[in-house]
C-alpha cells in the first residue's frame, strides 16, 4: 500500500522557520516528481513547490519563491520542504504529493498525497 506521510508541521512566530517532510512508503519514488501544496481555511489549495526525479525545482514565485526550499533524498523515499521567513498568510494544511508524470504534480492532479500537517504562523 503506498502511503505519503507528513511531518514537521507547527506553531511558530512570524519570521520563523520549519522544516517539512514527507516519507514515501509502499514503492520507490526515486523517479517521482514529488511537490507540495498548501490550503488555507475557506481557499483553493494552492501549488507550493515541485520537484522532479531528476532534482528539476519549479515554485509558486509569487508566494514563496526566496523563502522556500524544496529538496530530496531518494534513499529515504523523503522529500522535504524547509521555510523560511515565514508568515502569518503561510498558515495553511501542507500536503504532499507524487505522481511520475511532472505535470500532473503541478496541476494538483497527482496520483499519491498526503494526509497533511498543520503549519500556523502567529502575527
Known amino acids: 500500500q503506498v502511503q505519503l506521510v507528513e511531518s514537521g508541521g507547527g506553531l511558530v512566530q512570524t519570521g520563523g522557520s520549519l522544516r517539512l517532510s514527507c516519507a514515501a512508503s509502499g514503492r520507490s519514488f526515486s523517479n517521482y516528481a514529488m511537490g507540495w501544496f498548501r490550503q488555507a481555511p475557506g481557499k483553493e489549495r494552492e501549488f507550493v513547490a515541485r520537484?522532479?526525479?531528476?532534482?528539476?525545482?519549479?515554485y509558486n514565485a509569487d508566494s514563496v519563491k526566496g523563502r522556500f526550499t524544496i529538496s530530496r533524498d531518494n534513499a529515504k523515499n523523503t522529500v522535504y520542504l524547509q521555510m523560511d521567513s515565514l508568515k502569518p498568510e503561510d498558515t495553511a494544511v501542507y500536503y504532499c504529493?507524487?505522481?511520475?508524470?511532472?505535470?500532473?504534480?503541478?496541476?494538483?492532479?497527482?496520483?499519491?498525497w498526503g494526509q497533511g500537517t498543520q503549519v500556523t504562523v502567529s502575527s
Open positions: 520537484i522532479r526525479w531528476t532534482g528539476g525545482i519549479t
Open positions: 504529493a507524487a505522481d511520475q508524470t511532472p505535470s500532473r504534480v503541478l496541476a494538483g492532479t497527482a496520483d499519491y
